[in-house]
């Protein structure tokens, strides 16, 4: 057993930059679900490549899958020895460009002037159920019984 088991606590740094990826995946997810699915284009060739694959539900599963598992390797690479430091930089990262991606896509949205004619609980379901899903699976560290 390595001596930094245990010793690493990911804090609010880490919990912020998380949510902000989450929330910033899912509004971007949402946007993407209501603009793309009324016909403008997805310049993104992942997630174009997601919404043929496995449609626009399991677009946002995967989006959010992906995220999911990302914030926990971080977390991993704390408990593994890797610098607080480094691991909060990744983290902050990674919510960076989950900010950055939905701005843009707010920023689309803004600037088509419309809002496409959707079915507003089919288009919200699957981010609903991501936000969850990433609400209870979110990083963190068990605290040892001090055994």
Do not use: C, K
């Not at 599963?61 to 607080?84: I, K, M, N």
């Amino acid at each position: 057993m390595s001596h930094h088991d245990g010793g690493f606590r990911p804090g609010r740094p880490f919990r912020a930059a998380y949510a902000v990826a989450l929330s910033a995946s899912l509004a971007s997810s949402w946007l993407t679900t209501v603009y793309v699915g009324a016909g403008a284009v997805e310049l993104n060739p992942t997630i174009r490549f997601l919404i043929e694959a496995v449609g626009f539900d399991g677009m946002v599963l995967a989006r959010g899958g992906v995220l999911v598992g990302a914030y926990w390797g971080y977390l991993l690479l704390g408990t593994e020895g890797v610098s607080r430091r480094a691991v909060l930089g990744f983290a902050w990262l990674g919510a960076t460009v989950q900010l950055l991606d939905a701005v843009h896509d707010l920023r689309q949205a803004v600037l088509a002037g419309w809002f496409p004619a959707v079915d507003l609980w089919s288009v919200t379901l699957p981010v609903l159920v991501v936000a969850v899903a990433g609400s209870v699976l979110r990083p963190r560290v068990r605290r040892s019984s001090g055994g």
